[in-house]
Structure formats: C-alpha cells, structure tokens
C-alpha cells in the first residue's frame, strides 16, 4: 500500500474518556484485534483498517499474546503495520497487550507466575519490535499462583521500562478489587479492567465490578461489546455461511435460538426508532453505563469501523428506553405452534 499519513482531523471524531482517576485517556471505542489480524487473515486488510480507525480518532489498539490464529501472529502484523504506517504516532497510542492464556510449552508458559508473565511481556514486544507497551494486563487469574505474585511481576513490568501501566482482565469482583488493593499497595499505575459485558452479558455489573471500579477509581473497558455480532445486523436475517457462528468460534450456532432471534429483532426496532443501526445503539448502551471508560471493538472491514465512530454521538437514553431494552432482553418469548 501507499505510504501513510493520518487524517489531521482525526481528534475531532472520537472523544475521549479518562480511566478512572487516572492520567490515562482512551477514546470511547477502542479497537480490539482478536480476530481478523492473525496469519491466516489478509494482511492488507488488516492495515487498511488501522489506518481507518487512527483516521477516526481511534488510538488505542489493544492486543494479546495469544491473538491469531496463529498464536502470536496478530502482534507480528501488528508490529509491521506499525513500523510501516504508526512509527511516528508512536506518543499519540495506546498499545496494549495481556499474557495468561496458553502459548508455550510447559508450566510457564500459560496463567500468572512472575517468570511467565515478564517472559510473555518480552515476547509480545519483540513482536511487535515496540520499546513498551501503555498497558500490559494478566489476562486471566491463576488458581495455583498467589495474586500477590501476579501482581508483583506487573510492578516489575512498570518499574523496568516494558509498560506505562498495568490491567487485569476476567477476574470476578472480590479477585479484581484484591489484585487493585496490592497494585496500589505497591505503588503500581494499575488503572484499568477489561471484562466481557453487553446488553445480553451482564454478569460485570450483576456482581457490582463497575460499582467497584468507581469506588476505587479504576476504569473499565468492555470486551464482546456486540455479543460476538449478535448486535448487529449480522445475524438479523438468519445464520451467515462466513459468520463466527458457523466457523465454530467461541459463539455456538446452536445458541442462536428463536427466542434469542426474537430479541435481537425487537431491539433493532428500537435501535431503529433512536435513528442508530443496532450496534450502534448496542455501543451507545454501554457506553452510558456507569464505570465504562472505553468499548472494545473487533472489525472485519473498514466499514464497520465507520460505523461504529457514530455510536458516542448518541448515548443518551430516556428511562423509558432503558426499560424497554431490559424487557426486551430479560423476557421469554412464547411461540405457538
């Protein structure tokens, strides 16, 4: 591809929102590269969508270890993306990357010790050929190692160079606000939490983490903000051939049951009413929730980066609107046969 300038005006598309009581600043939706920047994806693809994103005020790019397929593969594309297009940006990003899931062979090469969690920080550096990342989480907690080790290896991580700051990410309240207590113990910028929450998922604020997260000034930032595409036009008209569905991803084609399509199809026609596509409005959602700083999105295609820079201009709901949607999400749908 040609070479890369960013569009002047990209600050002036995204606001922006602080991480709890901290000095860090995330624009309202992030962009997550789970999918679609592995080895097994088009590369090209993939450079023209971070560009997309950076043209649209989208600077925090949030990775991990494990992301591909191939393991490893997303930060390796991501590091030629950046060396080619972002080397010059570098102080207006925010990378993240995390470490926890499997990815070697052996006791360390998964979960949280102090020698797996400084190794994987290395790797995921030279892959991505980066001096430090702005955020390095624990992407999961370790049942066998204390929080207090996992949390100590993060410090290391800030204190040797490798990280501005630190994150932990699927822990359950009562761990996070534990693992938070020792960060800032430590004296350790432990600042922010990535959990799995939409308007179908709502366990993070079912056990009080964004009550938490406010309490102690952490900020959150929402992973699957669209339920893995159901809230979107995806799935709207039925099961797409190419969709995460049928390819056996973490969603399970036979989980989209009627009762679910129902759902999904009442809440378009809300969201349609608001003058938003349904994950616009899925987006707008959850970024007017208490305690979410930033939402996580995957993309596919330039084009649904576009779309989802709309969804901050619009995330005022009336009360009537919140209530519609939790009926809509908490009934049971009757059918007759």
Sequence with gaps: MNSYTANPDRYEVMPC??????GLVLPAVSLGLWHNFGSVDSFENAQKMLRKAFDLG??????????????????????????????????????STKAGFHMWKGPFGEWGSRKSLIASCDQSLKRMGLEYVDIFYH???????????????????????RALYVGISNYNTEDALKAFTILRE??????????????????LE?????DMLQQIGVGGI?????AQGLLS?????????????????FLKKDSITPDLMEKISKLNALAKRRNQTLSQMALAWLLSRPGVTSVLCGASSPEQIAE???????????????????SIVYSKIKYSR
């Design 17 to 22: 929102r602080r991480s709890g009581k901290s």
């Design 58 to 95: 989208i600077f925090h790019f949030d990775l991990a270890n494990n992301y591909g397929p191939e393991p490893g593969s997303a930060e390796e594309n991501f590091g030629k993306i950046f060396a080619a297009d972002f080397k010059s940006y570098r102080d207006e990003l925010v990378i």
């Design 139 to 161: 992407h999961r907690p370790d049942p066998d190692t204390p929080v207090e080790e996992s949390m100590q290896a993060l410090d290391y991580i800030v204190r040797s160079g």
């Design 186 to 203: 430590l004296k350790t910028p432990g600042v922010i939490y990535q959990g799995r929450f939409n308007m179908l998922g709502r366990e």
């Design 206 to 210: 079912k056990s009080g983490m964004f």
């Design 222 to 226: 929402c992973f699957s903000p669209l």
């Design 233 to 249: 036009s995806r799935y709207l008209n039925g099961i797409p051939e190419d969709s995460r569905a049928v390819r056996n991803h």
């Design 308 to 326: 989802t820079v709309q969804s901050p201009n619009r995330c005022t709901f009336s009360q009537d609107e919140y209530d519609e949607i939790d």
